[in-house]
């Protein structure tokens, strides 16, 4: 069969989209007898055919399972999927910001009071709300493609950096996918809350990214200056903490030193923008589910 159903998800899933081993974390199960079921990729005239498969099952039996399967209407489907993608979406919102205190900080009380420094810097919040603006405008639904190739690119420069992206249970197609959806509920007026703690959380991210840097090679003068500036705007008054954003804004990068951005202040904004996509991109959502559905038993 094609189609399949995920107990995990919540919903039914297409054999092209998914790779062996998401058979297992996605709990797939044939929709109609609820048995799991396998991945099988065929050679067919040259063409690969993916299709779903019984274990062990005699003919007759899998012929009413297909015939069974082939009568869900595609109406159906799509409105159970979105049914579940919606209410697996609210889910991790709600649970969003302890995820990322637990995945990213190990819960630890010293990166709490961190963020809560970067959250209550009053010269940040012009800062954050021209992010959320320019977030809108150049990752929304309509630019799909470039947001995936932004996912594709932090990919690299992970796995440039240390050998390997962040292993997580879901394959990186679904994290993919999951992290998209997260991001564009992020830039509703609704998420803007969640939208800037990643915002504060990526804030922390690139002062320790431009520190770890400074052990494996000698830092530019513009990184040493945007790491210092982006520190003492934390821990300096409203007008002061607006002087030294607007002079991000003054200072030029050199070209041949990085040709992404003409001054610190765009590229400031430019790596905040990148840390946050690549946070999304790595959480361990297979785990977080498990966990809910775990919780959910023992509760019901
Ligand atoms: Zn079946």
């Not at 991945?39 to 690969?48: A, E, L, M």
Request: hydrophobic share 30%; with cysteine; net charge positive.
């Amino acid at each position: 069969m094609k189609i399949g159903y995920s107990l995990l998800l919540s919903e039914y899933i297409n054999a092209n989209s998914i790779n062996y081993s998401d058979c297992i974390n996605f709990q797939i199960v044939c929709p109609s007898c609820k048995e799991p079921i396998f991945k099988v990729v065929r050679d067919s005239n040259g063409k690969k055919l993916h299709y779903l498969s019984h274990f062990e099952k005699d003919k007759s039996y899998t012929e009413n399972c297909e015939l069974r399967v082939s009568e869900i209407s595609v109406n159906h489907i799509n409105s159970k999927n979105i049914e579940s993608r919606n209410q697996r979406l609210k889910f991790f919102l709600n649970v969003f910001k302890n995820t990322i205190y637990n995945t990213e900080y190990s819960n630890s009380k010293i990166a709490k009071k961190q963020i809560d420094k970067v959250k209550n810097t009053k010269s940040l919040d012009k800062y954050r709300q021209h992010l959320y603006e320019h977030s809108k405008k150049i990752y929304s639904q309509n630019n799909k493609n470039d947001l995936l190739e932004h996912f594709e690119f932090y990919v690299n420069e992970i796995k440039e950096l240390v050998g390997e992206f962040y292993k997580t249970s879901f394959s990186i197609e679904q994290q993919k996918k999951i992290a998209l959806d997260i991001w564009y509920h992020l830039l509703s007026p609704k998420a803007k809350e969640n939208y800037y703690f990643l915002l504060n959380h990526s804030y922390l991210v690139l002062i320790s990214r431009i520190e770890k840097a400074s052990k494996d090679r000698t830092l530019f003068d513009w990184e040493i200056y945007l790491h210092n500036t982006m520190n003492e705007i934390t821990i300096s008054s409203k007008d002061r903490g607006n002087e030294l954003i607007s002079s991000l804004g003054l200072y030029k990068i050199p070209q041949e030193t990085d040709w992404s951005a003409d001054n610190l202040y765009d590229k400031m904004s430019a790596e905040i923008s990148f840390e946050m996509l690549g946070c999304l991109l790595r959480l361990p959502y297979f785990e977080i589910l498990k966990r809910a559905i775990k919780k959910n038993k023992k509760t019901n």
